[in-house]
């Protein structure tokens, strides 16, 4: 009887494991083709890249912008005070995004992705080092991060579609 169960469990586990295997994948193709589908390599007037996004889309990376913008604001003057404490807190806070901005990152190239980790851990480092580093050293690894800013607004532009032209172009 132990046996039974024992060879029923195994076989209850490994369907459970392969339709969630089988859903991950789908999921995982269906934001890869959403990916390549979005993908444009057009330049707009300016020559930067041109980034189509939904409304909703954009404004996500608007609100991520601001946040960045804010936290280093507050970095910036707690460095003017040497105020340790909130210099951690204000990079720890960016350390990571909000969780809700995957399907932009499928939707973005590999350079606007690779920018945006890069800042983050940026942010990670100027938290980790916030208690001990000289204020010099925290001032360089704040404008190394701000200097990925530059990068990416010289690079990109987010240009809004509508979500039907967005449909139909793809």
């Not at 909703?56 to 608007?62: A, L």
């Not at 720890?92 to 932009?104: D, I, T, Y």
Request: glycine letters at 8%.
């Amino acid at each position: 009887m132990k046996k039974a169960l024992a060879v029923f469990g195994w076989i209850l586990f490994g369907l459970i494991m392969g339709v969630g295997l089988m859903r991950f994948l789908s999921t995982q193709d269906d934001l890869t083709e959403l990916a390549a589908e979005t993908a444009r390599p057009e330049r707009t007037a300016d020559g930067r890249i041109a980034l189509y996004y939904t409304a909703d889309d954009r404004g996500h990376i608007s609100g991520e912008m601001l946040g960045f913008l804010q936290g280093l604001q507050t970095i910036s003057v707690a460095m003017v005070d040497e105020d340790r404490e909130t210099i951690h807190d204000a990079a720890a806070a960016l350390r990571r995004g909000n969780g809700q901005g995957m399907a932009v990152q499928m939707k973005s190239p590999e350079g606007f992705r690779l920018l945006g980790r890069s800042l983050r851990d940026d942010f990670s480092a100027i938290a980790d080092m916030s208690g001990t580093a000289d204020m010099a050293d925290i001032e360089l690894a704040v404008s190394s991060a701000m200097s990925k800013c530059v990068a990416c607004h010289s690079s990109f532009k987010a240009v809004e579609v509508k979500e039907d032209t967005a449909a139909a172009a793809n």
